[in-house]
Every structure is written in C-alpha cells, then in structure tokens.
C-alpha cells in the first residue's frame, strides 16, 4: 500500500531547484503545474514517490519533480516503471511522456502494458510534434496536416490513443486539456488514484513548433446548433451525462456495452474536442495476480523479501530444489 | 578386453518422439548407479520432424566433454541409423529395427555387432499384458532403447525399474508399469541373444553404489539455482533459445517468491529489469544473442545511471538469427564494446557447469560492488548439457550490497534538502552511496543524459569529466578488488610444454585433454579466463612466462586472442577453432593439440593482423 503524509506538504515541496527550460507558453508546465498539485493533495511522500519520464521536452518533467525522478529511454518509460512498481508496490509510481515517445517509438510498450494492468498512471502530452528534434509530425498528428517544421504536409494518419488503450485493456482511459488545471489536476488525481492501468492523454499546444492547434485555437468556441450560437471547443462528458465506468465487471453485457460506447467517444468527429473519463474498470492487477500464482509475493514485495541474515549469509534455502537433482 | 565404465552412447530420433526424455532416463540410471555422465544435446530449430540426438558419455571419473566415438547407437527409425551407423566403433553396436532400415544401406565399420528390434512387435506385447491402446504406445520406442542398451551393457534391470519410478511420481506414476512391461520385454529379447553376440560386445558398466551423490544438472538450471541463493527476486525474460529454460525454471518455482515477467521484447526485458532494480531488488534478465543486441540502449542506460543489473546471454550461433540451437562463443567482443559510448561493463563467462551457479552467485555481487551492468556469457553446450558434478559448495558464500547510503548520510540529506548525492564520488572508495526509494532523504535523479552529484542534468565539460571518469575508474576497482583466483584459473601440469589458452565451456574438454595426452607425453595447463572484461592483466605473466601457447576458442575471429593482445601484447599464433556449431571433442581437442606440439600444422597468414599463424579449424560432428 502507497502511504500518505500525516501532514501534508505545500505544492512548492514537490518543486525541485533546477531551472525549467521549457519554451514560454508551453502546455508541459500546465500539466507539470497539475501533477505536484495532485501529489499534494493525495499527501504522497516524495521520497515513496518515483516519476518515470520519456524522453523529449516532456522528459524533463522528472528533473523538476522533488521526488524520485528516472529519465529513461525514448519509448521505455512504461517498461522502466513497470518494473519499478512491481518490485515495490509500495511505492507510488507514475509515468509520463510525450506522444511521439508513447505513441511512437514506445507504441509496442503501450499496447502490452494495458494487458498488465500494473496499478500506475500514466500521463501522456499529446501535442502532435517532436519538440526536443525540432517540430517533426508524431503519431497524433492528423494527415494532410503541415505544422511549422513540415517541409511538406504529413502523410501518416494519426493514431487515437484512447481507442488504441481501449483494446490494449487499459482499465481507465481519459482525457485532459493542459490549459485546464483544475480538470487536469482532478483527471491525474483520479488517474493514480484508480487501481489499474490508467492513460491520461493531455492534449497540450506546442508554441514553437505545432502552429495548428495553438492555446487560441484550443480556446477558440466553435458553432454551436442555431444561430450564431458559439460553444467552447473543449467539452467535459461527463459533464454532459457521459457515465464510462463499469459497475460490474464480471456483467458481459454491461462491459461491451461501455467499451462500445466509449469506443465511438473517443473516435468522436467534427470540431469539438471531449475530455473527461471514458472509461473505468475495476479487474485485478497484475502483481494480484502475479500474488495468485506466487503465495510469498502476498507477504513481501520482491524488493523487500528477505534473502540474507545479518551477517550477510544467503538464506535461502535449496535443499528441496537440489533433492530433485540429487543422483 | 573387457571395457568397464568407460562409454560412449548415442540416441537419435525425429524432433517429439522422446529422445531428449530417453537420453534423460538413460543418464539418470547411469547416475544413479554411481557413475559419472556428460550427456550433449543436440537439435534443430524445429518441433517436430527433425533429426535430433543426444550423446552420454559414461565414465567412472568425473568428466566434461564427449568423444566422437560412439559405442552403442540406439534407433527406433531409419534416419538415426543412416546419419549415425558410421560413428560407431569396431567391438560396438547397433540397436535398430528390421523392419524400418536394411543393414546393408548402412555404412557400418566392421566388427560392429547389429542387434534387430521389432520395436512394433515389443510395443504390442505391452498392449496385450497391460491392457493399454496399441495405438497410443508410440512414444515407448525410446524407453525400448533405452532398456535394450541397458540390458547389453549388463545394467540389472533395478537400476531401470528405480529410474522409472523415481521419474514418475504423482499423477504419472500409473505410467510406471506400462514402461517396466516394455522394459522387461526389451531385456528379454536382448537376454535371448546367442551368447558370442555378448561376448563382441566390449562395454560393460558396473554400479558404484558407494559413490556419494551427486547433481545431475545442466548449466541452464545451475544458472537458476545460483540466481536464486544469490537473493535474485525479479527476472524478466522474452522467450529465445537456448535462455528460456532458465526463466523457466525460475518460473516453476514459486515458493523462492521470484517474480518473473514475461515481456513484449528483450528492450521490455532489460527496462523493466532496470526499473525493478532501481528499487533495491536485485533484478536480472536472461537472453540470447538476438535479444542481447536489442537490450544494449538499455545496458547503456544501466551504466550511466550505476544501477546493478545482470544479464545473462545464453550465446548460440550468430549473427542475426545464426544457429538458433547450436553451440558458439561469438558474443565476447560484442559483450566487451557493445553499446554506444563508454562505460564500464563487467563480463564473465562460467567455465563449467558448477561454475554457473556460483558465476550467477557473484555477478550480483559484483554489480552491487561496481554499480554497474553485468554480462554474464553462457553457451548453449552447457546449458543443455546433462552432467554429474558433486553438490554445489555453498561454504563461503557471503551476499555483497555494496555502498549503501547510511542513516547519517540519509539525514543530511534531508537537511540539506536539494535531494540526495547519490552520484557523488565517495573520496576514498569512488563508487557513490546508494538509497533506496522508500528511505526518507532518499530522492534522487536519474537520467542517461551527464548529470551532476543528485542526478541533475549537465553539459558542463568539468562535471562529464569528473562523472566519466569516476564510473570507468571502475574498471581499475574491478581488477583490484575480483580475487585472482576469480578472474582466472591455471589448472593442469605444473612444468607444461603447452599452455592452453580458453574461456567459458571450452575449459571442459581441455581439462578432460590433459591425461590422454600426458599419455602421449605432452604436458599440458589451461588458462581459463573467468572475468574476460577487464581482462585480467595479471595474466600477462603467465602467458609470457608459458613455453608454448595455443589459443582454443568456438568461433572463427579468436575473439579471446584479440583482446589478450589488446591488453598484453602477447599474439598466440597456434589456434584451434570450431565455428560449425557444434562442440569441440575430446578427440578432436587431443589430435589438434598434438598435430599443433609436432610442428604438423602448415603456418598461414593471418590476413587480419599480417601475422604467421598455425591454425586448425575444427569441423566434426552432425
């Protein structure tokens, strides 16, 4: 079990001293902003607290967390704190990375780390551009579309993360909006608070390079039914009745029902853009199940199962082991 | 002349017809009977179909390596006997059915004993006295030859029936008379037999009930059990020959409490393995060369970062896909460079199957101690070879953490409050102390990127400087601090005219070689390296000290050589090399040893370096 602090710290501990280089009016501090807040509100203990980043722009957030912070490979980030989390379940351990990084070079990772369902959050930036290389199109970027550093338009289609999560078995999927901070910060909280493989997608504007879908053109309100009736692009679903959470899992009917449903959200068209939680469920995770087959695991998390004495001699025994080898 | 103890046995089949279950069952019985065994196992990259074989050698001394002879070849189908029949010596036999194969499409040597088996017949005798479906009976093919090489050899039929029942236990152990029916078939038909037929039949083996016991294991499983003891709690793995039975085996064996992960791909393995241990578990991963190239970003990452890791490469046939079954040792340049830029990598090899538990005993050790990734370099010879070795000694086993953070450096850091130095060069000792996540004071950084004393990212040219070179001073550390004796062995005669010059599996046959040709009057020592990066310098001595050196290694660019005269300057010119896949032989090691002493090797250039070398390439076996 994660513990919490008896007194719980200012946002301001979970900031550490070294100067953030992110380009002004980037969406990573928006979503760097709404993580120490969320790590303030469930009262974590920095140093039970590991944040796992990818590599890009948006890898810097492990540098400028006051917690345990791990910059790992372009693409590994799920596979590093996964490790992390099953070894010590007791730690609090979250993932974060851009969307050229998960969705990317890390897409076989995201796919087999929703058929786990290892209890750990992870936060995705979507802002359909490879900052750190300079602006080239990543995997959300829409075809036909030319962003600043396009020589010629992209001709990929894009990916959809909430989709590709959904069949992958993530058991909780949402959607954020950088700009947001209180929906964010309350989207991240649920995130980690869910028990579970939870994405987080936040979509987020890249100032520098992705000159599409800037911070105006996320704010900007779009038509609504009637006349000169204009309604924000952004629009909460559950807000709006949205329920994507499973009451019973072991209810067939109900979870293809909710997966159906939420399949056709998160490949919703035209020009709004919903965010909110798409779906939830509860199945059990797998260091559970990993305990089902493994009896000590119930008792010890591998990083803190006993395997010497105090004068550091093995402890382990192999008689039984060596019995069957034994001619 | 009687011949006792002192056998070659040979079993083929088609890929899932049992053959690897009846050499196992042939060995345990020689086992339990006191005797000492090396078994080699050879197959294809197929499931079903294709040829596969798999040779014990019985002896009453311990030993390490095959021979090429064969002195009883057991068949049930005509394929074995076709691709075998020629292997096996004069005074020999061949156990085969009439029905599948003509003698006359043999190639046989002559005074080879041939003894017919109606194998279908046996197995309906079975049917009838049990009661079980004829049909069903095929896969006892093997158990008939097994108990037909017994009977000839004049193992007492006990000796079957207690294997048998040792085997099956449980919900199998109905299957024990249903075998001992077929069994005591294959003694009477082989007992039937015309007493001159018997008396041809040079090889006997003899119990030694007094014999203490021993292992019968092969290196895979000695690997896991090392592992184990060692306080390994976290292995991930991708399936790929010849590692998965480690993981396999880790994974039967639940009650250790190991979690073992099954991953995407060997960049998943390697990751997550890092990820586990950056919590304090000592985690490690088991692979294969194709998996080994895929895990270097990794191992980089490892390094950069000090984190303790241990990767275990099974190595087989290369490059890409290679020989996915077969014997090689070509991965000890790439273990030793691999990966983009510098840091320090620790590289052991086993060199026999008892020193697999105790080299996957160390290597956690030695990753605590160093903060850094270990490779350790298995093969695929020891890793499917069945061999009794006495019981592991666990006498001096001592666990190693390494430099931990202490409770005042942790309340420092605490006051301090800029996070923890975990990277900080400890003055007197270079490696840094280590927290693990979960103390308080512990948070700290990590990242590939340079990175100051917290983890900190940095371009300064000052603080790469000091960082760089403070985890490649490790090397210097590694050959302080590894006892001699752990880097390498010198074993064999004390005044030798040859010193052989190996590393890994090759140290068995070698140390098996020294006897016979001793006999020839040549005497011979092996120098084994055990740690091969660094290469142990203090080895500089004994090659320079040696009246005559040959370099033997299962590859074709004396990866070994090259990195001794890297490191020395010495340059071995005499060379025995095996790059077919398959295991070097006694008898191929002995005649190759011996042409090299009497100067009947003709010298060539060696068109890599320009020098004159006298090399012999080794090509037997199937």
Redesign the interface.
């Known amino acids: 079990m994660v513990s919490k602090l008896h007194t719980p710290l200012t946002v301001a501990a979970y900031k550490s001293d070294v100067h953030n280089d992110w380009c002004p009016g980037c969406g990573d501090f928006g979503i760097l902003q709404a993580i120490q807040q969320a790590f303030a509100e469930l009262a974590l203990p920095p140093w039970e607290s590991m944040v796992f980043a990818g590599i890009g722009c948006s890898g810097k957030v492990f540098n400028y967390m006051a917690s345990h912070g791990v910059h790992t490979l372009h693409g590994r980030v799920l596979p590093f704190a996964v490790g992390a989390k099953l070894a010590n379940p007791n730690l609090e351990v979250i993932a974060v990375g851009g969307d050229g990084d998960g969705y990317g070079i890390g897409a076989g990772h995201f796919v087999h780390a929703g058929r786990r369902n290892v209890d750990m959050a992870y936060i995705v930036m979507t802002n359909e551009v490879y900052g750190l290389t300079k602006g080239q199109a990543s995997p959300t970027l829409g075809r036909g579309q030319q962003t600043k550093s396009l020589p010629l338009p992209n001709t990929n289609d894009a990916i959809q993360p909430l989709a590709l999560a959904l069949s992958s078995g993530y058991t909780w999927i949402g959607r954020s909006y950088a700009f947001d901070g209180k929906h964010l910060k309350e989207m991240i909280k649920k995130a980690m608070e869910h028990k579970g493989m939870a994405l987080l997608d936040v979509l987020q504007p890249c100032p520098t390079f992705n000159d599409l879908h800037t911070t105006e053109w996320f704010n900007k309100k779009v038509k609504g039914e009637g006349e000169n009736v204009t309604i924000p692009r952004i629009f909460n679903i559950n807000e709006q009745g949205y329920d994507g959470a499973v009451k019973d899992p072991t209810n067939a009917d109900e979870v293809s029902e909710k997966r159906t449903k939420a399949f056709e959200m998160s490949n919703f068209r035209g020009e709004r853009i919903p965010v909110g939680v798409f779906y939830e469920i509860k199945l059990p995770t797998y260091f559970e199940r990993m305990q089902a087959q493994v009896p000590m695991l119930k008792q010890y998390a591998p990083a803190l199962m006993p395997y010497q004495d105090e004068s550091h001699l093995p402890t382990t025994d192999l008689s039984k082991v060596y019995a069957e080898y034994l001619f | 002349m009687k011949v006792v103890n002192d056998f070659s046995w040979m079993i083929g089949g088609p890929q899932g017809t049992g053959v690897d279950s009846s050499a196992n069952l042939f060995a ?1 019985a020689c ?2 009977a006191g005797l000492w065994v090396f078994g080699k196992r050879e197959y294809h990259s197929n499931i079903k179909g294709k040829h596969s074989y798999f040779q014990v050698r019985v002896f009453d001394k311990p030993i390490n390596s095959h021979v090429d002879d064969v002195h009883l070849l057991a068949t049930f189908e005509d394929s074995t006997a076709r691709l075998h029949a020629h292997e096996v010596v004069k005074g020999g036999a061949l156990i085969y059915d009439p029905t599948k194969i003509m003698l006359d499409d043999l190639n046989l040597r002559s005074g080879v004993i041939t003894l017919p088996i109606d194998f279908n017949t046996v197995l309906r005798h079975v049917a009838e006295v049990t009661g079980e479906e004829y049909g069903k009976l095929a896969i006892m093919k093997n158990v008939i030859a097994v108990a037909a090489s017994m009977a000839l050899l004049r193992m007492d039929i006990s000796e079957m029936e207690e294997t048998l029942t040792r085997l099956f236990t449980g919900k199998k152990a109905k299957l024990v008379p249903t075998n001992m029916a077929a069994v005591k078939k294959a003694y009477e038909s082989v007992e039937a037999l015309p007493p001159e037929i018997h008396n041809q039949f040079l090889y006997h083996l003899t119990p030694n009930k007094k014999m203490p ?5 092969n290196g895979a ?1 000695a690997t896991a ?1 090392g592992k ?4 390994c ?2 292995q ?1 793995y991708y399936p790929i020959s010849p590692a998965t039975d480690e993981s396999n085996f880790l994974e039967s ?7 073992v ?1 099954q ?3 060997e ?3 390697i ?13 490690s991963t088991a692979t294969s060369g194709p998996g080994f190239c895929l895990m270097q ?2 191992m980089g ?1 490892g390094g950069m970062n000090e984190v303790p890791i241990v990767v275990f490469n099974y190595q087989r046939g290369g490059p890409s896909t290679g020989l996915p079954t077969r014997h090689e040792q070509g991965d000890l340049m790439f273990s030793a460079f691999g990966g983009h830029g510098e840091y320090p990598k620790l590289v052991i090899a086993p060199a026999d199957i008892d020193d697999h538990f105790h080299v996957a ?1 160390e290597s956690f050790n030695y990753a605590d101690k160093f903060q850094t990734p270990v490779m350790v370099l298995n093969d695929k010879l020891l890793t499917h070879s069945l061999q ?1 070795i006495p ?2 000694n ?1 006498g001096g ?4 953490r390494g430099r931990l953070a202490t409770a005042e450096e942790l309340e420092a850091a605490i006051s301090e409050g ?2 923890f130095p975990r990277f900080r060069p400890d003055s007197k000792t270079v490696i840094s102390p280590r927290p ?14 340079e990175h100051d004393d917290y ?3 940095t371009e300064n040219p000052e603080t790469r400087v000091k960082m760089h070179e403070k985890r490649l001073s490790k090397y210097r550390l590694m050959l302080e601090q590894i006892p001699e004796e752990k880097q390498f062995t010198l074993k064999g005669e004390v005044d030798a005219d040859v010193t052989l010059v190996c590393w890994g599996s090759t140290s068995g046959v070698l140390l098996d070689a020294i006897e016979p040709l001793k006999a020839k009057g040549i005497k011979a020592n092996i120098l084994n390296y055990r740690i091969l990066n660094p290469l142990p310098i203090a080895t500089e001595k004994i090659l320079k000290k040696a009246k005559k050196l040959i370099l033997i290694e299962s590859n074709w660019g004396t990866q070994l050589g090259h990195l001794i005269r890297m490191t020395t300057g010495v340059f071995i010119s005499n060379q025995i090399l095996k790059y077919t896949g398959r295991p070097m032989s006694l008898n191929e090691i002995i005649d190759s040893v011996e042409k090299i002493v009497k100067k009947e090797v003709k010298s060539e250039i060696d068109p890599l370096t320009g020098m004159t070398i006298e090399k012999v390439v080794l090509t037997y076996g199937l």
């Open positions: 345990q086992a339990s016991k021993r292992l019968l294991i499983s059990m184990l003891k060692a306080g709690r976290y991930t064996h639940p009650e250790y409490g190991i979690a992960v991953c995407e791909d960049i998943a393995s990751d997550m393995a890092l990820g586990a241990a950056t919590t304090g578990v000592r985690a970003e990794g990452w005993f009794t019981p592991f666990e086993l001592v666990i190693d800029k996070g693990y996540p979960g103390q308080e004071g512990s948070p700290y950084w990590m990242t590939g990127d983890g900190h990212i």
